[in-house]
């Protein structure tokens, strides 16, 4: 790894060239979704789990450290939970961890290797929690150069590991959005319209889910671009509706044992809506917290697939709605196409 690829250095040459160029280069990263193990064709993910966290560390962008965790410690910890998973059935997990929370692409592509699980990871900043998992630098220097950094590592890969992204993972508080905020997704937008790379909000609130779409609207980024991440926390639900009728994607990601009958309503109503079409589903399962003794509680990332959908089948979702949410969406989500 780390080696660009003839095609890469020619999609990179391409993209040098201008608009018409960087479209078709855009395009042609549809044919492949980028693991942490090396490229797979779209239709080898599977039942994909499209937002879940293999480790977090939430000491802050000033404090955070590789040092801070023995990878060793957390491989042996969360991949008995992975196996599980891999065993029924699932094919794909998004690491939704970015940069200075603890994302390790190495150990990720360790943790593939093992359980057999395709695990895909990210480019971007988490801009919420008023700008603590933001690294200093990020405050002066432009949108420009935040989406020549993160396409860079779309292009290179990560460094120094050459494992590239395959989604663009930001993060902002409740709107309207701060200047600070308000430039990550404009560095989002900017990084898509390079890469092809669907860009996952954390989300405070309807308000900030559509002042984000407004920006990237100035960029000429479709909604079908963006992923609402925690649109389970939004209680007024017209906003979902609205979001979805523009082309987002509406992630109910917090699914757990506490909360089925709420998801069951969530994922019942934009069916009645008639927008099942643009929903994702997860459950945001941390699997080691660093800082804590052997990482803390990990509830594991099978109940999704054991109890969850068995449930949500007898509310009245059937099978082809629940493969649509399971496996088709995430798809399509992932490689923006229709
Ligand atoms: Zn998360």
Same mark, same amino acid.
């Given at each position: ?32 979704i ?34 801070r965790?023995?990878?060793g ?35 990720? /592509?360790?943790?593939?290797?093992s359980? *057999? @699980?395709?695990?895909?990871?990210? =480019? +971007?900043?988490?801009? &919420? !929690? ?26 290179a ?16 508080d ?14 989002? /937008? ?5 890469? *092809? @790379?669907?860009i996952?909000s954390? =989300? +405070?609130?309807?308000? &900030? !889910?559509?002042?984000q779409l ?125």
């Amino acid at each position: 790894m780390g080696l660009m690829k003839r095609r890469d250095l020619f999609k990179a040459a391409a993209m040098a060239l201008g608009s018409i160029w960087e479209i078709r280069a855009a395009a042609d990263t549809n044919h492949q979704i980028h693991t942490a193990l090396g490229p797979v064709p779209p239709a080898d993910l599977g039942r994909t789990l499209i937002h879940e966290h293999v480790l977090v560390d939430l000491v802050g962008a000033d404090r955070i450290a590789p040092r801070r965790y023995d990878g060793g410690e957390v491989l042996s910890v969360v991949l008995p939970y992975l196996k599980q998973l891999r065993s029924q059935g699932c094919g794909t997990f998004v690491d939704c961890t970015p940069a200075y929370q603890g994302r390790d692409p190495d150990l990720l /592509a360790r943790l593939s290797q093992s359980s *057999g @699980l395709h695990i895909l990871t990210n =480019t +971007g900043f988490y801009g &919420a !929690a008023g700008g603590k998992y933001i690294p200093e630098f990020a405050f002066s220097v432009t949108a420009e150069d935040l989406a020549a950094r993160w396409t860079g590592e779309f292009q290179a890969g990560i460094p120094p590991t050459g494992i590239r992204p395959a989604l663009i993972k930001v993060g902002v508080d409740a709107g309207p959005l701060s200047k600070i905020n308000s430039k990550l997704v404009s560095a989002a /937008a900017l990084t898509h319209l390079r890469t *092809g @790379l669907v860009i996952a909000s954390h =989300t +405070g609130d309807g308000l &900030a !889910a559509m002042a984000q779409l407004d920006v990237l609207k100035s960029h000429g980024v479709s909604p079908a671009a963006f992923i609402w991440v925690h649109a389970q926390d939004e209680k007024d639900r017209s906003f979902h509706r609205k979001a979805a009728e523009a082309g987002a994607w509406i992630e109910f990601d917090g699914i757990s044992s506490e909360t089925v009958d709420e998801n069951i309503g969530l994922i019942r109503e934009t069916k009645r809506a008639g927008y099942l079409r643009r929903v994702l589903i997860s459950q945001d399962a941390v699997g080691f917290h660093v800082g804590e003794e052997r990482g803390g509680y990990c509830p594991g990332y099978t109940f999704m697939f054991s109890d969850f959908l068995p449930q949500l089948r007898k509310s009245g979702i059937d099978e082809t709605e629940t493969r649509m949410l399971t496996v088709e969406n995430p798809r399509r989500a992932l490689t923006q196409s229709n």
